[in-house]
């Protein structure tokens, strides 16, 4: 399995504009996970999904950023209207099972907002 | 939720030199696991260590785990350049469904 695949790895926009994440889990896990890194407040979870139905969402800073999982391969992480304070890197993570399961996390999108 | 709170934030030490991290928490757990982020890359599990368990060893890491103190270690041994990282302790508590990260220790090895 080519495990956790994220595009785009880099995004650097303009404020105001709409910005959409990418994310691939691994085939046959059930959780998908959204977190949210910077120097400031570390690692964030904003959102997880079990099954493609979204559990927790609130991580989820504002009503600026929402999040989709259409189906058991693909979701997506919306900013819109992207602020500069939105500049981090985003990960995506899947796992088989909860808690005490190990996560797997995808490489990243460095999301730049000017 | 509570955080691990890992420290040192940063450790600075030679190839062959062992690294010791700490991680502290607040409240109880289930289990606690540690990560490390090489630059620019997500994070990759190490190890997991059980609330009953109390040491687990994985190649050249060993952890440790006490719970009375609400802490871990996380050694790493014979350090190499390549251990050069973030590690970050993970924790979950009874009742909430997802791990909480600390902030991370960066570890440089020089050569």
């Known amino acids: 399995d080519a495990g956790v695949i994220q595009s785009p790895r880099h995004e650097v926009t303009e404020m105001g504009q709409e910005v959409t994440l990418r994310c691939k889990p691994i085939?046959?896990?059930?959780?998908l996970f959204w977190y949210r890194q910077t120097m400031m407040r570390g690692l964030e979870l904003l959102i997880y999904?079990?099954?493609?139905?979204?559990?927790?969402d609130s991580g989820m800073p504002e009503d600026r950023f929402s999040a989709k999982m259409p189906n058991a391969s693909f979701s997506t992480l919306k900013i819109q209207p992207s602020e500069p304070r939105d500049s981090a890197v985003y990960f995506c993570?899947?796992?088989?099972?909860?808690?005490?399961?190990?996560?797997?996390f995808g490489p990243g999108t460095r999301l730049l907002v000017l | 939720s509570q955080q691990g709170e890992e420290d040192p934030q940063a450790l600075s030490i030679q190839e062959g030199e062992n690294a010791t991290m700490n991680c502290s928490y607040k409240?109880?757990?289930?289990?606690l696991q540690w990560y490390r982020q090489n630059s620019g890359r997500g994070l990759v599990h190490l190890i997991l260590?059980?609330?009953?368990?109390r040491e687990k060893h994985s190649g050249r890491l060993r952890v440790t785990l006490d719970t009375s103190k609400k802490s871990s270690s996380l050694l790493i041994t014979a350090s190499r350049a390549a251990d050069t990282a973030s590690y970050f302790c993970?924790?979950?508590?009874?009742?909430?469904?997802?791990?909480?990260f600390g902030k991370g220790t960066m570890l440089l090895v020089s050569p």
């Open positions: 993970a924790t979950d508590e009874p009742g909430y469904s997802t791990l909480t």
């Open positions: 993570a899947s796992s088989p099972g909860l808690v005490q399961e190990t996560q797997y």
């Open positions: 085939s046959g896990h059930d959780y």
């Open positions: 260590i059980r609330s009953n368990e």
């Open positions: 409240t109880s757990i289930n289990n």
């Open positions: 999904f079990n099954n493609n139905v979204p559990i927790d």
